[in-house]
């Protein structure tokens, strides 16, 4: 029986007070949307307004494309399963087998408060399903709890975009929050290696990785999981 995953996009498009645009980061999107369904996983799309996600403009441009987001822009399939995302409110956790989070500063403001999508974590987690993310997304998992009422982060291995990178971009001051630090202080024990190198964890049913270079390494992680 084929395995269903969930992925949950960002719907903010505004970059902080900076007029620019943010969303989603294509390669997080691609990389693991083609390992899921490569191994015969069934997908589906979800974000919080449903419809077609914002795309961070800029992991678009030609030096951030890869095999998978080329791969992804010509794949009609896939085009239209992220023109039709369903909405958060729809969807029932019961209904799958793990979730993942692709990163973008887009979650940083919305998915990070989003109540749906914090029960929604919750629901997984309390069913001992798979809970991950990628770069940017952890930030989604900081106010989840599990039915003691702990964050789930707390003494669990995670990793997410660190303020190496985030400072790297020049977006420390324009992000609401950090992730690192975030995650630190919600008592998860962070790691990191060197900026902009691939690197992911797996802590039970958590599954977390640094930046774009990890989106592979976090799906196959997951898949690990799910056999």
Not at 161 to 167: A, C, I, K, Y
Request: net charge negative; glycine share 8%.
């Amino acid at each position: 029986m084929s395995k269903k995953i969930l992925i949950v996009l960002t719907s903010h498009d505004e970059l902080g007070n900076t007029g620019e645009k943010t969303g989603f980061w294509l390669e997080e999107l691609a990389a693991p949307y083609y390992a899921f369904l490569d191994a015969g996983a069934e997908l589906t799309l979800a974000s919080p307004k449903g419809g077609q996600p914002p795309l961070d403009p800029k992991s678009n441009e030609p030096g951030f494309q890869t095999e998978d987001t080329k791969r992804f822009e010509a794949d009609e399939a896939a085009n239209s399963a992220l023109a039709n995302t369903t909405k958060l409110a729809n969807v029932n956790a019961a209904d799958y087998d793990a979730v993942f989070y692709p990163g973008g500063h887009g979650p940083m403001w919305d998915l990070v408060n989003d109540a749906k999508s914090i029960s929604l974590i919750e629901a997984f987690w309390a069913s001992d399903k798979v809970v991950s993310a990628v770069c940017h997304a952890p930030i989604a998992l900081s106010h989840a709890r599990d039915s003691n009422g702990e964050y789930i982060v707390r003494g669990r291995k995670v990793t997410g975009f660190t303020n190496t990178e985030e400072d790297a971009v020049g977006l420390t001051d324009v992000v609401p929050n950090l992730v690192e630090d975030m995650l630190i202080e919600r008592g998860g024990l962070f790691s990191k290696i060197e900026d902009w190198a691939p690197y992911a964890l797996k802590d039970g049913n958590l599954v977390t990785g640094q930046n774009p270079a990890s989106s592979t390494a976090v799906a196959k992680l997951v898949l690990e999981a799910l056999s």
